[in-house]
């Protein structure tokens, strides 16, 4: 998808949230800024909902609002981490050379929190996708939260909020944000096609609000990718693209990569499925098993593969990096490829 992407054009404002108890919420966040956990599924619009928070509290939001994809941060190398251009500048190259990718994760937590507002009086530091935080790390967090109090507001999404420590619970205001009904999800379409000038029908919006089972940016995209490919937003026309819609090209060029030893290659692909595109592992990994069960394996190779998909769920299932253990899959593959 080469155009700008309808889930950023569109990004909702705070009066825009369909959810009235999550709109007053935050609102009451702007004035007061207490920290927040906001927990729901996947595509409920935690993320948008949290944007929205900060271009309302925030002067200067491109810099007093820092955003952690936990999945993404927590899965890095002690490299990539030390590279990356949002933490380069406090990581010299003594603390480089010297720490351990915990004290540079620790590191960069503090001085996420540390460092003064650009404009106003407090800056807003977001840690999204948190069940994928060690125990021993929120631990950390735990300590930079009380230090940091007065200057930094600190929200945490997730979709699992029994995966936080209790003392970080304690210190956050709890907010929930359920999956958005069928007709939330027409509501925030018809808006999008009518800014567009895009011809619909109220069958096409219902039909993609129902292919998204509840993820208002999967019925964002899927909308988007139908009018580009159709010029329309009809029930056929949505029908007839969305059927053919998925991640198996993706995934099967990634187990290509994976099993020909091009693991750099499969790790950009996971990465963009995981933090680019926002599955979930457990999605990424079920995708893997439709696609092996398709045909690609048989046999023993089959049978092993859905052995190491058991594994691999039970280590989501608790709540670490997904792009670890999905990984680890990819390395598994790999290593029975140059078998």
Request: aromatic share 6%; net charge negative; with cysteine.
């Amino acid at each position: 998808m080469d155009a700008p992407l309808w889930t950023e054009r569109y990004a909702p404002d705070l009066a825009d949230l369909p959810q009235s108890e999550v709109r007053e919420y935050l609102q009451k966040a702007v004035n007061d800024p207490i920290n927040l956990v906001l927990h729901g599924p996947s595509g409920a619009g935690k993320t948008a909902a949290v944007r929205a928070l900060a271009r309302e509290a925030h002067e200067d939001p491109d810099n007093d609002l820092v955003e952690i994809n936990v999945a993404d941060f927590f899965g890095m190398t002690k490299k990539e981490i030390a590279d990356d251009p949002r933490f380069s500048s406090f990581i010299d190259s003594k603390r480089r050379r010297n720490s351990s990718k915990a004290d540079l994760i620790n590191h960069v937590l503090k001085e996420s929190a540390s460092y003064s507002p650009v404009a106003g009086t407090y800056k807003t530091v977001v840690l999204d996708n948190a069940e994928a935080i060690r125990e021993d790390f929120q631990q950390a967090l735990r300590r930079v939260m009380e230090r940091h109090h007065e200057a930094t507001q600190f929200i945490i999404t997730t979709r699992q909020p029994t995966k936080l420590i209790p003392p970080i619970k304690s210190r956050c205001f709890p907010v929930s944000v359920r999956a958005p009904t069928v007709p939330e999800i027409v509501a925030v379409l018809e808006g999008i096609v009518e800014a567009e000038g895009v011809e619909y029908d109220e069958k096409g919006l219902e039909f993609v609000a129902g292919y998204a089972n509840g993820d208002l940016r999967e019925a964002i995209l899927g909308a988007q990718t139908t009018v580009e490919k159709e010029g329309e937003l009809t029930r056929t026309a949505a029908f007839e693209v969305l059927r053919e819609v998925g991640i198996e090209a993706e995934i099967e060029e990634m187990l290509d990569d994976a099993e020909a030893g091009n693991f750099s290659d499969a790790r950009k692909t996971l990465d963009d499925l995981l933090v680019d595109e926002g599955y979930s592992g457990e999605e990424v990994l079920q995708e893997i098993l439709d696609v092996a069960h398709s045909g690609r394996y048989s046999g023993d190779e089959l049978a092993e593969l859905t052995r190491l998909a058991g594994e691999i769920d039970v280590d989501l299932a608790d709540g670490s990096s997904d792009r670890v253990h999905l990984g680890h899959l990819l390395a598994e593959l790999g290593a029975k490829g140059e078998a």
